[in-house]
């Protein structure tokens, strides 16, 4: 649930905290408090559009940050978006979303401290709010949402999933098929560059590592002269002497003094080991510097050899790679899809057949699916049109429709009355489902897009919220001016669906009606008010006593029959609450009946 908001520079609102509760929260004040402004800002943390106009004037900026705290179920639903964001995702029990917006028209997104690109924010809003407003992007209006909340309400996702299974497999076989059938020309000019640089990487039998062994060994033949006469120089210091006397001979002169001198004194006898020991290795390293001068040779042939191998691998690495395992994997991977271009045509047979299988079991699949979405539409038309009496709106009529769209390339069906046909088909399957509402007795069936305002496209939210309440869905739901157009009775029942609403999730929802208010779990007063010569939006959340005060002004004012309706429907109200649905509890038409009072004063 959403924990704590705090908004900054934003619209009329330069700072502002708010921490909600679990169950209905409920935000009240006059029009034009900043309340819808609150709803706004959530949604800027859930990636809706920012406007610069919003930033409040003189700041440079416009800050929202939201805690969200997550059950164990809910943070892996935000999980799954934090990996794949390459996010760290153990503490997803809490989440911290940060939407920053300037006048260079620039957005910062950070997800607990980390920068993050605005369809993140998103993603993870889809799994963490629900908004339904007047002034939002109702997800309700989309044909897609409509589709899935069908498939909940009727616990297909199983049977959707293998048909989306089926088309993701298809699609993947019609890739390579299409692949594989591209001109033919253009084929064999692949095949034939293809083969030239198959042939040209192993023409010359590479080796790992040979670059390096070959530079070490051309440092040595270019160098070998050089080499010659410094070993020899060493042999010499070491054995000639030439004018002067030879190391190893000095050294034997020096070991037999040491030698005479620990045949007086017995003490020093480990300097005579050592001179001896000294004698020996230099007499080692002689041999040794004799054995490399006369194994350095001066081959200008080999030399060749070797820039010639050198040039080689160098131009192989700057076609191919940049080392000369790079360059024999781009010589494997060149012979297999060589290989493949040969047994493209087997490929493509078998390809085809696949296709058509795929669409057969797509077809199948789709047809049993379409079948239980057509029952299920009725059922669900029915319960949300039960829902929707109870919301002022008896004289609206819903509909589910389940249609296909003919395509002479689409699917094979054969329905159980023996007729077939071929239909359009994606993911979700050959149907498309729409929810329609007539608005009144004679009216058609209209989309809801083209059909119902915001006011009753959030009591439909409402309805289908309800007839759903099974389903988990995110853990937050917003209601933006839920209370359009009806009147006190009504009011009362929406208060009580939307506090049902609540169990177990939390509901943010934004009334100008005391009978909704009155549910409210947790009651929030917005007020506009002059501090500083500035316009700013304050909130408070109230007590008891407080909240018997606003729910007495929205009720018409301060007078002292305004507070006793007040205190009566707070107390009906919390006596339904409490209640545990024993006969003898107040039935919903009688609280109805019972918070229907004269609002023709209301504040509004």
Known sequence: MLHVLTITDYALIDHLELAFAPGLNVLTGETGAGKSIIVDAIGLLLGKRAEEGLIRAEARQARVEGLF??????????????????????????????????????????????????????????????????????????????????DRFAGLEPQAAEVADAVGWLRAARQELAGLRTDERELARRADLLRFQADEIASARLNPGEDEQI????????????????????????????????????????????????????????????????????????????SYRDGVDADPVRLQEIEDRLEVIRGLKRKYGSTIEE?????????????????????AEALEAEERELLATIGTRSAELSLLRRDAAGRLSAAVQAE???????STTFH????????????????????????????????RIEFLLSPGPGEPLRSLAATASGGETSRLMLAIKGVLAADAGPP????????AGIGGRVGAVVGVKTWQLSAGRQVLCVTHLPQIAAFADLHLRIAKG???????????????????EELAHMLGGASLASRQHAQEMLE?????????????????????????????GASG
């Open 530 to 548: 002059v501090s500083a010569g500035r316009t700013i939006t304050t909130a408070e959340a109230l007590s008891s006593q407080t909240v018997v």
């Open 400 to 431: 589910v429709n389940v249609t296909q769209q003919p395509a002479e390339d689409g699917a094979p069906v054969s329905w159980p009355d023996s007729s077939e046909g071929a239909y359009s088909f994606d993911a979700t399957g050959i149907d």
């Open 572 to 600: 009906r109200t919390t006596q339904w609450k409490g209640g545990d649905g024993s006969p003898g509890q107040l039935s919903l038409e009688g609280l109805a009946a019972g918070l229907e009072v004269d609002t023709s």
């Open 69 to 150: 705290a997550l059950s164990t179920e809910e943070a892996e639903a935000a999980r799954e978006v934090l990996e794949e964001a390459g996010l760290p995702a153990d503490d997803a029990e809490e989440i911290v979303v940060v939407r920053e917006i300037n006048h260079e028209g620039r957005n910062v997104c950070r997800v607990n401290g980390a920068i993050v690109p605005l369809r993140v924010l998103a993603a993870l809003g889809e799994r963490l709010v629900d908004i339904h407003g007047q002034n939002q992007q109702l997800p309700l209006l989309n044909v897609r949402t409509q589709l899935a909340i069908l």
């Open 215 to 290: 530079e070490a060994e051309r440092a040595i033949v270019a160098n070998a002269e050089r080499l010659q006469a410094l070993a020899a120089q060493a042999y010499d210091a070491l054995y000639e002497g030439d004018d002067r006397a030879a190391a190893v001979d000095s050294l034997s002169t020096a070991a037999q003094a040491v030698a005479g001198l620990a045949h007086v004194d017995p003490s020093v006898d480990s300097l005579r080991q050592d001179a001896e020991s000294l004698v020996i290795q230099a007499q080692e390293l002689a041999r040794s510097l004799q």
């Open 327 to 347: 360059v024999i994997r781009f010589g494997e991977e060149a012979a297999a899809e060589l290989d493949g271009i040969a047994h493209s045509g087997e490929r």
């Open 476 to 483: 937050t739901l917003i209601f933006d001016e839920v209370d």
């Open 388 to 394: 929707l009496a109870d919301l002022a709106m008896e």
